[in-house]
């Protein structure tokens, strides 16, 4: 069955720019969305079909696609971005449908 | 703005069953899909059910078909899930979340989440 695979962790320190991937085989041919789920609260959309940040988004949160790979990538990292941060997609032959990875804690050290 | 409140969580035996409601509104309801979304205590987010705006098509995981069911009243801009035979793993905040469509559309808002604690 198809699996996004995302890093549990990544740290990085403020100012710096942290790479959060999600993994799965010929992912070029989905569309991939992010959500952000800080402590306590629901997740939010942030980019969605790839590459489109949702209205108010900061312009530091980017996301790209390759082959296998895609990326989300937030520049200039603050405390405030601190945050679990999920891709998803559609997979029709998934025993579910809307299909998340398992998400990557995003640390600001 | 869009505003999506649950309710209906609570704590239920294994075997139980339990009914979730998701009250909408700030967008037209019938013109979107709706999808309840799951996360267990400290786990990650995983898609339970989806129905479409008119209500005509279901959508379940594979974990939850034939014990839960969504069901959606368009006159009152609500949608429900039916949670049946609960099992302890059924454990989670249990997320209501719009629809853009049925396939490749995002979940672009959520509700704040109803606790459902299955006890053995």
């Known amino acids: 069955s198809y699996v996004l695979t995302q890093p549990p962790s990544v740290s990085v320190a403020p100012g710096q720019t942290a790479v959060l991937t999600c993994g799965a085989g010929n992912i070029r041919t989905k569309s991939v969305h992010w959500y952000q789920q800080k402590p306590g609260q629901a997740p939010v959309l942030i980019i969605y079909?790839?590459?489109n940040r949702s209205l108010g988004v900061p312009e530091r949160f980017s996301a790209s696609k390759s082959e296998n790979t895609a990326t989300l990538t937030i520049s200039r990292v603050e405390d405030g971005d601190e945050a679990d941060y999920y891709c998803?997609?559609?997979?029709?032959?998934?025993?579910?449908?809307?299909?998340f990875g398992g998400g990557t804690k995003l640390t600001v050290l | 703005e869009v505003q999506l409140v649950e309710s209906g969580g609570g704590v239920v035996q294994s075997g139980g069953s339990l009914r979730l409601s998701c009250a909408a509104s700030g967008f037209i309801f019938t013109k979107y899909d709706m999808s309840w979304v799951r996360q267990s205590p400290g786990k990650g987010l995983e898609w339970v059910s989806a129905?479409?705006?008119?209500?005509?098509?279901?959508f379940y995981a594979d974990p939850v078909r034939g014990r839960f069911t969504i069901f959606r009243d368009n006159s009152r801009n609500t949608v429900d899930l039916q949670l049946n035979t609960l099992r302890v793993e059924d454990t989670a905040v249990y997320y209501c979340?719009?629809?853009?469509?049925?396939?490749?559309?995002?979940?672009?808002?959520w509700g704040q989440g109803t606790l459902v604690t299955v006890s053995s």
């Open positions: 129905i479409t705006g008119r209500g005509d098509r279901t």
């Open positions: 998803q997609v559609w997979e029709q032959d998934s025993d579910h449908f809307w299909l």
């Open positions: 979340a719009k629809g853009a469509g049925i396939g490749s559309y995002p979940l672009d808002s």
């Open positions: 079909y790839d590459t």
